[in-house]
Nanobody, 124 residues
């Protein structure tokens, strides 16, 4: 099993940056793909990006490509989401999730491990 705890959210002005962290516990972390998702008020949860178990590959939603970067440090059991050039439409609760790559990218409803989320608010 994997337990996930996000941190680093907050209030930032448009154009600013934030770095979210997702600290994990559990032996399966180092062999799991990790994903970031977000949910804005009144909207469905949406995929933001994902990283493979060894950090060798990443994949991003078009809405964040070129602005957000996912990385991971398996020695620290932590995955990061660096968010630059933030826009008001990036305002949401951000969640990290762990599982198989295919599940995270193509079948998120089947993801078993989720964090509790961290709020990101971007003011205009």
């Amino acid at each position: 099993q994997v337990q996930l705890v996000e941190s680093g959210g907050g209030l930032v002005q448009a154009g600013g940056s934030l770095r979210l962290s997702c600290a994990a516990s559990g032996r399966a972390f180092s062999t799991s793909a990790l994903g970031w998702f977000r949910q804005a008020p009144g909207k469905e949860r949406e995929f933001v990006g994902a990283i493979t178990w060894n950090g060798g590959s990443t994949y991003y939603a078009d809405a964040v490509k070129g602005r957000f970067t996912i990385s991971r440090d398996n020695a620290k059991n932590t995955v990061y989401l660096q968010m630059n050039s933030l826009k008001p439409e990036d305002t949401a609760v951000y969640y990290c999730a762990a599982g198989a790559w295919r599940t995270i990218v193509a079948a998120p409803s089947d993801i078993a491990y989720w964090g509790q989320g961290t709020q990101v608010t971007v003011s205009s």
